[in-house]
């Protein structure tokens, strides 16, 4: 079974600059989720959503973070414009609809904001 | 929203002790507690889970426990081995299929040979 891809791994921009992450998910896992973890510490989640629709994205900075999922299997994150404090590896995950037997989680983006 | 509290944030053991770490959760309507094992530059693979319904859960030498009551859960690593040397995150989830996990600050582990 491939895993979730992400891609790029690594992106180097500078502030005020946007960039945007790629995640593709497990083959059937309807769940997908962003998360943000900042050096030192745990994930914290972003966005998550069912299919193409969103559940949650109560911790999602809407001033410069965007998300879709337009056909309900890959996604796209975006900040536009980057600070400094955006700084982190930036994890997808997905699972199944209703089993959480564990998230599979993609190796992330490290992004650093200069 | 719920917050999950992580100790300690470092452990050494020599290789071959036991190691425990623990956590506590707000929420009483959380109902699933996974554990997650981090190496360095790698992404946060799931070790150990374990629903409200149980009490422990053992998987070879790691073990997790939970105390529904007083809204904790430890997670026990015996027989230590040098490889175990990893961030290991505990977190919470209401369940419910929706599963949004908040994780603990972490616990970096040491396992000296």
């Known amino acids: 079974e491939a895993g979730v891809a992400q891609s790029p791994r690594y992106k180097i921009i500078e502030k005020r600059q946007s960039v945007a992450f790629w995640c593709n998910p497990i083959s059937g896992h309807a769940t997908l989720y962003w998360y943000q973890q900042i050096l030192g510490q745990g994930p914290k989640l972003l966005i998550q959503f069912q299919n193409n629709g969103v559940v949650d994205d109560s911790q999602l900075p809407k001033d410069r973070f965007s998300a879709e999922r337009l056909k309900g299997v890959d996604s796209t994150l975006k900040i536009q414009p980057a600070k400094l404090e955006d700084s982190a590896v930036y994890l997808c995950?997905?699972?199944?609809?209703?089993?959480?037997?564990?998230?599979?989680f993609g190796s992330g983006t490290r992004l650093t904001v200069v | 929203g719920e917050n999950v509290e992580q100790h300690p944030s470092t452990l050494s053991v020599q290789e071959g002790d036991s190691a425990v770490i623990k956590c506590t959760y707000s929420d009483s309507a959380s109902n699933y507690f996974p554990w997650y094992k981090q190496e360095l530059g790698k992404r946060p693979q799931l070790i150990i889970d374990i629903r409200s319904n149980v009490g422990e859960k053992k998987d070879q030498r790691i073990a997790v426990t939970l105390n529904k009551t007083a809204k904790h859960f430890s997670l026990h690593i015996t027989e230590t081995q040098p490889e175990d040397s990893a961030v290991y995150f505990c977190a919470a989830s209401k369940g419910a299929g929706s599963y949004q996990l908040t994780f603990g600050k972490g616990t970096k582990l040491s396992v000296i040979p």
């Open positions: 995950a997905s699972s199944s609809t209703w089993g959480a037997d564990g998230y599979t």
